[in-house]
């Protein structure tokens, strides 16, 4: 299975900073098909961005994706205080579908 | 919009099976190309993806899983199920189903807790 390792664990800043999380497949992701998600405490998670960029309907234009192959990063331009949450990339380019073990955003 | 919700027993003694159902609501779930997923969460962990059922009964599931596991659907009632049998403690988790577009989650149910104890 295509393992996703996600750095770092936990990540400590300000509101208004910027946030870069990233996520490492131990194989290339098969059509870039990478997910970011959004989980607050007690909440499902909330899809952020598909197909590695592509924004989900109604994700603000702060929260973007990058990368190909085996790299991949979600970028958060100018925290909110809404923002600090766990976040997991998935892969669903290969069988079975995978989670990274997560990385939890908290304020500094 | 499409919601979810799922429902079942929070209590489930060891080496029984854990029987859920995820009632969709504002789409027809025979509608499209999707598959409707079932994700669990253990206690303070991550996501562990279970597996998934189109509308014409088509399954994938997890290998880990896969033995013990049996996802089925009732177009007619708009529903889908997850059974999983032998439980033991380590299946104890939040629960959530998920419509897979077709293979990203969303949106998803508010979760339930199911645990595995005597």
């Known amino acids: 299975e295509n393992v996703l390792t996600q750095s770092p664990g936990t990540v400590s800043l300000s509101p208004g900073e910027r946030a870069t999380l990233s996520c490492r497949a131990s194989q290339s992701v098969a059509g870039n098909y990478l997910a970011w998600y959004q989980q607050k405490p007690g909440q499902a998670p909330r899809l952020l961005i598909y197909h590695a960029y592509n924004r989900a309907t109604g994700v603000p234009d702060r929260f973007s994706g990058s990368g190909s192959g085996t790299d991949f990063t979600l970028t958060i331009s100018r925290l909110g205080p809404e923002d600090f949450a766990v976040y997991y990339c998935q892969q669903y380019g290969s069988s079975p579908i995978t989670f990274g073990q997560g990385t939890r955003l908290e304020i500094k | 919009q499409v919601q979810l919700q799922e429902s079942g027993p929070g209590l489930v003694k060891p080496s029984q099976t854990l029987s859920l159902t995820c009632t969709v609501s504002?789409?027809?779930?025979?509608?499209?190309?999707?598959?409707w997923s079932w994700t669990r969460q253990q206690p303070g962990k991550g996501l562990e993806w279970i597996g998934y059922?189109?509308?014409?009964?088509?399954?994938h599931y997890t290998p880990s899983l896969q033995n013990r596991l049996t996802i089925s659907i009732d177009t007619s009632r708009n529903q889908f199920f997850l059974h999983l049998t032998s439980v033991t403690a380590a299946d104890t988790a939040v629960y959530y189903c998920a419509k897979a577009v077709p293979v990203y989650f969303d949106p998803w149910g508010q979760g339930v807790l199911v645990t595995v104890s005597s």
């Open positions: 059922i189109h509308h014409s009964g088509s399954t």
């Open positions: 504002g789409d027809s779930i025979s509608s499209g190309n999707y598959y």
